[in-house]
């Protein structure tokens, strides 16, 4: 801030250079141009105005510094000049001179003494004085009285070096020869051209009376507190006089002229009290001066003058003016960043006048000081729009008197926003499910993101990130709206071919620059059922009959065997339950309806047949439900030749039509009958094995081949010793797999050959085989409960 002074004489015409401001603050005209330089002030605006094009200061009225200061000497104007972008202010001083251009005048035109012939040499009279606008040397110089014949004129200097006017008895006067008197009394100024002003004086010469009345001081003192009620003593003057009667009646006046003193002030004539009868105010007038006059009735007169001080009370309260101010500011505005510049005063004087401003807590503004009660208002923390996007800054402002005065004014503050907040998810992560066989373009789930900035800055819009699902973009199984967020399936889903599967989705802003975040999402395929249960077990082959086998001996709970069956669904979809649906005897077989497990229900009789067709029902627990069904033969019997003669039978005649050619080649080959028995038994053997391979290495479905444990032989030799079968398994995890030993009585499988009549001369030719004693027999097959390759391996020590 800047400070530039000027001088300039009163009663210059309009349009006259006050000064060049622009050249003295060392400003620029753009500058000034550019900054919308105003004038800022509260009373002297309509004297001096501010051309910004020229950078000049001009009078824009004519000033009367006698109107403008009355009597003070020092006549100043005092305005700032305000600038913006950024935010200056200047103080400018404007010093008014005094010309002489009033002369001095008297408030009566003629004045009127009594005076006693027996008056003394050397009584004084005051005179009235004469008022001159005009400051200064420019002010009344002397006073001049003529004629000089009896009377002399005697100025005498007050403490505030005001003259007093007084009128000295100098020749004694004579009521006989003269009495009458006229004189003339002269104010003269000091100015150029000087000037005058002139009261007439009449002088009425009475009989004797030769003691003028004596004031007990010549100078009083006295204070008042401003806004004092009226009717309030403010001093009491007192004058005696030495005669007596009516010569010692004294009557007391007050004798000040061109003010206002005798409006706020009156004298008790008889008593001389001064008493208030108007307002006084401090800020308006400090101190008053008043002129009493003691008057006998003889015409003799003495004066005193009363000096009241008037004391100052807290009556004003502070005034805030706000200069400039802005109404919008950004949120990253920088610290100390000026919003508002404010100018504060006071009437009041000393403590009362001392103000200290200041602003609401917890607001991220504060105000700095500057000298001459201007406060600027500044930041003083960062802004967050977010946080608050508009303030009500109270600034408020109290003086130090007792009790204090305080005022205050709400400013109100927009913040404008700025793209500082990147879009944020309602979730960290999403999870979403959809039904498997869904329609294409169904919307899966809404992802939804927020942004706290504003208006475009808050736009939010989704995009999906590039990624592979399985080697395939994730763009064809999936959108994203770019407006809403909808995910929407854009193939249809199998739960068989994948289950799950993530990506990521992209919330972008439309700020410049843009800000964005991203959110993982999940998609879970929930499954459907729309696969039919499988059976894995017991295998049904087209060219081979598989049986179970169950000794006449088995005991009720007898287990024969385990339908073992899977659903590639999941959940309660591949929840499995297993129903005999028929059976081709009376009841004797029963299905676990949870693990599939066939076992006896009740004691073999004899009247069971050997050959049992179960058919059992694998249902699973969807909604709709789907099954299988599985036909699972059984054979009861004790010994090979009473299976083999029921299921060779039944197999052939279940294959007679699938054999018919080559029964016809057999038919042809009669003549050589022996021949054609040899190759055939050697090539059934090979079929046999061919067979067994293919079922044993090459089926996707398990095998169990089937020794039986213990049977009687059909030449009555007796009983076969026991077999002992031992299991090897073997499987990429056969570390963790377990072997066991010596299991005998397992539940077994027979499998037989229905397309080859000499099943039995097979066997005799194979006895050389199974005589060694030492000769194990191996065989690998799938074991359905263990989903593991084992390796059988069978001894016999007893062969046919």
């Known amino acids: 801030m800047g400070q530039v002074s000027y001088s300039i004489p009163e009663e210059m015409s309009r349009g006259s250079l006050v000064g060049n401001i622009a050249k003295d603050l060392g400003l620029e005209i753009r500058r000034l141009v550019a900054g919308k330089a105003k004038i800022y002030t509260r009373s002297s605006d309509r004297y001096v105005e501010l051309n910004r094009e020229k950078g000049v200061l001009l009078v824009k009225e004519r000033i009367d510094r006698e109107a403008l200061c009355s009597k003070t000497e020092l006549c100043a104007l005092e305005f700032q000049i305000i600038l913006e972008n950024p935010m200056e202010f200047y103080s400018v001083t404007v010093q008014i001179t005094d010309i002489n251009d009033h002369a001095p005048i008297f408030e009566k035109e003629e004045i009127q003494f009594k005076i006693s012939e027996s008056a003394a040499l050397g009584a004084k009279f005051v005179l009235s004085k004469a008022v001159d606008l005009d400051v200064g040397i420019n002010g009344i110089k002397t006073y001049e009285l003529t004629p000089t014949d009896n009377f002399a004129l005697k100025l005498n200097k007050n403490t505030d070096a005001n003259k007093n006017v007084e009128m000295v008895l100098q020749k004694p006067l004579d009521r006989e020869k003269q009495e009458q008197i006229s004189l003339v009394l002269t104010a003269v100024d000091g100015g150029e051209p000087q000037m005058t002003g002139t009261m007439m004086i009449q002088i009425t010469v009475l009989d004797h009376n030769d003691n003028a009345p004596v004031f007990t001081q010549h100078v009083y003192k006295v204070s008042a507190s401003e806004n004092s009620p009226k009717g309030t003593v403010v001093a009491i003057v007192t004058a005696s006089d030495a005669d007596i009667d009516l010569n010692a009646k004294l009557a007391y006046s ?24 108007g307002e006084i105010d401090f800020e308006h007038s400090q101190r008053f001066e008043v002129d009493i006059l003691a008057s006998d009735d003889g015409g003799l007169t003495d004066s005193c003058k009363l000096i009241i001080e008037v004391q100052d009370v807290n009556d004003n309260k502070p005034e805030i003016n706000i200069m400039s101010k802005s109404n919008v500011i950004s949120e990253d505005a920088k610290l100390s960043t000026v ?258 497990e066939i076992r006896t229900i009740r004691q073999v009789t004899d009247k069971d047949a050997v050959k049992q067709r179960l058919s059992v029902t694998v249902e699973d627990n969807g909604q709709p439900s789907r099954s299988a069904t599985v036909i699972v033969n059984v054979a009861v019997a004790d010994s090979f030749p009473e299976v083999m003669s029921e299921f060779t039978d039944f197999a052939q005649d279940k294959e007679y039509n699938d054999n018919l050619t080559f029964y016809l080649v057999l038919a042809l080959a009669v003549v050589s009958f022996l021949f054609i028995t040899c190759l055939v038994v050697i090539i059934s053997v090979k079929i046999y094995r061919w067979r067994q391979s293919r079922v044993l290495y090459h089926s996707n479905l398990p095998v169990i081949p089937y020794y039986p444990p213990r049977y009687s032989d059909t030449l009555g030799t007796g009983t076969l010793q026991h077999v002992y079968n031992y299991e090897m398994c073997r499987t990429t995890d056969s570390r963790k797999s377990d072997c066991k030993f010596g299991r005998a009585g397992s539940q077994n499988v027979l499998i037989m050959d229905p397309s080859s009549t000499g099943t039995m001369q097979r066997m005799q030719s194979e006895k050389s085989i199974l005589d060694e004693p030492d000769s194990p027999l191996e065989v690998r097959t799938f074991h359905p409960l263990r989903n593991e390759m084992c390796l059988y391996q069978m001894t016999y020590f007893q062969c046919l």
């Open 254 to 277: 007050i004798t000040n002229t061109m003010d206002d003193v005798r409006k706020i002030f009156e004298v008790n004539k008889s008593s001389g009290e001064i008493h208030l009868i």
């Open 339 to 596: 919003v508002t510049m404010i100018n504060i005063e006071d009437l009041d004087s000393g403590e009362n006048g001392q103000v200290n401003c200041f602003v609401g807590d917890g607001l991220p503004f504060s105000l700095k000081s500057s000298k001459n009660n201007f406060y600027t208002l500044v930041t003083d923390s960062e802004l967050d729009r977010e946080s608050a996007s508009e303030y009500n800054i109270s600034v408020s402002c109290s003086d130090e008197g007792v009790p204090s005065l305080s005022s205050s004014v709400t400013l109100t503050l927009q913040i404008s926003d700025v793209n500082d907040n990147p879009p944020v998810f309602e979730r960290s992560s999403y999870e979403a499910y959809i039904v498997e066989n869904n329609t294409p373009g169904l919307s899966i789930f809404t992802v939804r993101a927020t942004d706290a900035d504003w208006n475009q800055n808050a736009r939010v819009s989704y995009i999906l990130e590039d990624s592979s699902v399985n080697g395939v973009s994730v763009s064809s199984y999936v959108s994203v709206s770019a407006d809403s967020g909808v995910v929407h399936a854009v193939r249809s889903f199998d739960y068989e071919q994948i289950k799950d599967f993530e990506f990521r989705v992209k919330a972008q802003d439309g700020g410049s620059p843009p800000l964005s975040s991203n959110v993982t999402v999940k998609i879970l395929i929930q499954d459907q059922n729309d696969n039919p249960p499988q059976v894995l077990y017991p295998v049904q082959t087209g060219g081979s009959l598989v049986a179970e086998m169950v000794p006449r001996s088995a005991d009720v709970g007898y287990l024969v065997t385990k339908v073992v069956a899977v659903d590639v669904d999941s959940g309660q979809n591949a929840w499995l339950s297993y129903k005999l649906q028929r059976a081709t005897d009376r009841p004797l077989f029963e299905v676990g309806l949870q693990n599939g």
